[in-house]
């Protein structure tokens, strides 16, 4: 069974990819989120499966894709706005790559959120970046966060720098220190500053800030979701 | 395909009476911890009463100019000493320390 990616504007060509997927925190989604509403980005393509959950979206009682591709200013955002199991989720994850492999992209992001015990006394998070590659770090200079200088990484952002080299295309994962289970709006700030350098415009956070406590409401379905699809994942699979 | 058959519906754009928040319990050396996410809410909005094997955190907040209602009832895994429990509120996440109950030995009258 194959993933299906349907695009429906003019293709942005050597975009900025970033791939956002529900996980610790929501990080990812939350700075998608955010990204969309500030750069004014539209959609511009869907991605559907019949390995992806028998989840739909609903608006005005029409039924949605639960995954979209939104597009502007240079810039690509695939967001998945459900959980999605591991392998429906790897499959995405390679068909992303493959899709965007030939528009030739400047850089290919996953950001996500690094479950911190302690993150109730941590005012400001520490945003770690790890590149695909020697190409890709410098394609990515000027970006934020600091550089993990030595060890492992596990989990879906190794995997996604994996594939992403496998097909030549520049990537970093940005991570972040985050509440696991609480929707993380501050962590995805933090994620957000450092991004912003490559972008090429400028993301204004202040709004971000001051509905941080409607976001993290109106996000307590979907993180309590994730929450139950990460358990249900085999144990060392699923680092979101 | 538990899943299949197991909901119809989430959506997480309405508010509804009264919100479930989302909580964690742990066991620790400490006692049982648990945290609770309560945007918007602050200390003075915020009523916790313990026994010795459950602990419920009622709670109002204004969140984008709705008003929410929290309220949890959370069994310990555990007994607890209700007299020494804790709770600390930063920027709406909750922590309570809640220390295990002493257990003594008594000694019984042989008749």
Not at chain 1, 35 to 55: M, Q, T
Not at chain 1, 60 to 68: C, L, P
Not at chain 1, 137 to 148: H, R
Not at chain 2, 73 to 98: E, S
């Amino acid at each position: 069974m194959s993933v299906e990616i349907v695009e429906t504007a003019p293709e942005v060509k050597n975009p900025i990819l970033i791939l956002a997927v529900p996980g610790a925190g929501l990080v990812s989604i939350i700075a998608a989120d955010h990204l969309i509403k500030v750069a004014d980005l539209k959609e511009v393509g869907r991605i559907d499966s019949p390995l992806f959950p028998p989840v739909i979206g609903v608006k005005d009682g029409v039924a949605m894709h639960t995954v979209k591709i939104y597009g502007g200013k240079g810039l690509y955002v695939v967001k998945a706005e459900v959980p999605l199991p591991i392998d429906p989720l790897l499959k995405l994850t390679i068909s992303v790559l493959d899709w965007i492999a030939r528009k030739r992209p400047k850089l290919a992001i996953v950001m996500g959120g690094v479950p911190e015990e302690d993150r109730i006394k941590v005012e400001k998070p520490q945003v770690m970046a790890v590149f695909s590659s020697e190409e890709a770090k410098s394609l990515a200079e000027g970006m934020g966060g600091e550089l993990m200088k030595e060890g492992y990484l596990s989990g879906y952002a190794a995997f996604f720098l994996r594939e992403a080299s496998r097909r030549g295309v520049p990537a970093a994962a940005l991570m972040v220190q985050s509440f696991a289970a609480y929707p993380d709006p501050g962590a995805a700030a933090e994620v957000l500053k450092a991004i912003e350098p490559i972008l090429g415009f400028d993301v204004d956070i202040s709004q971000l800030e001051a509905e941080s406590e409607t976001i993290r409401l109106k996000l307590k379905e979907l993180m309590a979701k994730t929450v139950q699809t990460a358990k249900e994942a085999p144990a060392p699979m699923y680092i979101g | 395909m538990d899943w299949f058959y197991r909901e119809v519906r989430w959506g997480y754009f309405s508010v509804r009476d009264v919100e479930e928040p989302l909580h964690e319990v742990k066991v620790t050396k400490e006692g049982v911890v648990i945290t609770m996410d309560l945007p918007g809410v602050r200390k003075e909005e915020l009523v916790i009463r313990a026994s010795e094997d459950a602990i419920l955190v009622e709670a109002t907040s204004k969140v984008g100019g709705a008003t929410v209602r929290y309220r949890k009832l959370i069994r310990t895994p555990i007994p607890i000493d209700p007299d020494r429990v804790v709770a600390r509120l930063t920027n709406g996440i909750l922590q309570i320390v809640a220390p295990p109950k002493e257990v003594g030995f008594r000694r019984v009258k042989v008749e």
